[in-house]
């Protein structure tokens, strides 16, 4: 693929940072090589966990938009997300189309086009509660978003991932900020004016994957689905994700 001056935005989801990419981030950059890639962590997690997050999905593309204009890249963009990452990513292209040249979104839900029990499968609702009543430690807690999130099984991050979040914690207060502003998020029915993939995996046992296809049919744009992948789709196969925003560009 030819050289492309136009940036490349990575956003990841709730309480997670831009370590989390991973191996992707090689993946990514292999293919698109002399591309800039960006990756931003949202106030409250990573680098910002110090932070206060922020309460609504709108104030959130506003920090984006002000973290690149800061760091000298212009627009417009190309923006890949996942979760509650990709809720930013959708409002930033209604709200700035022109900022945003294409949109990649990964593995997410949105109100009004998904029911609560589709956004958050019920099944988890009792992982879920443990994690919130029974605060486990560091280790303990990766080891549960990695369960949820993932059908890869690789449980050679959990040093990593432990010592992250060690060294840098997401309160609970910021947690339930993130989460409060992904649940109260409301798109619009009609689609952004800029060119959409969603990218979703099958085997995503935290959100319904009938959430990308609703929204897919509501705003009729490309969805390509992964037959086995998790939520955290880019962590489950990297080279897949890669592949099909490669391909989607081209086509």
């Not at 839900?109 to 509660?129: D, H, M, Q, T």
């Not at 990593?160 to 609970?172: D, E, I, L």
């Amino acid at each position: 693929m030819s050289p492309d001056p136009r940036p490349w935005v990575l956003l990841r989801g709730l309480m997670r940072d831009r370590r989390h990419w991973g191996e992707f981030l090689d993946r990514f950059s292999a293919a698109f090589p002399d591309v800039p890639i960006v990756t931003l962590d949202f106030p409250g997690n990573g680098e910002l966990h110090a932070q206060r997050s922020l309460a609504t999905i709108e104030h959130t593309v506003a920090f984006c938009r002000a973290e690149l204009q800061r760091s000298g890249l212009a627009p417009p963009y190309r923006v890949l997300a996942m979760s509650m990452g990709a809720m930013v990513a959708a409002d930033w292209a209604v709200r700035h189309p022109a900022e945003i040249e294409a949109c990649v979104l990964i593995n997410t839900s949105l109100r009004p086009f998904s029911r609560f029990w589709e956004r958050l499968r019920p099944r988890v609702y009792p992982s879920v509660l443990r994690f919130a009543v029974l605060n486990p430690n560091a280790r303990e807690a990766e080891a549960m978003v990695l369960q949820l999130t993932t059908t890869r099984r690789d449980r050679s991050v959990l040093p990593g991932w432990t010592a992250w979040r060690q060294a840098t914690p997401v309160s609970k207060g910021n947690a339930l900020r993130q989460l409060s502003a992904a649940m109260r998020y409301v798109a619009p029915r009609s689609a952004p004016a800029t060119k959409l993939l969603l990218l979703v995996g099958a085997g995503d046992s935290l959100v319904n994957p009938q959430c990308s296809h609703k929204l897919a049919a509501a705003w009729g744009c490309a969805l390509r689905e992964h037959p086995s992948a998790g939520h955290d789709l880019p962590f489950d196969d990297a080279d897949w994700v890669a592949a099909q925003v490669e391909d989607w560009l081209r086509d």
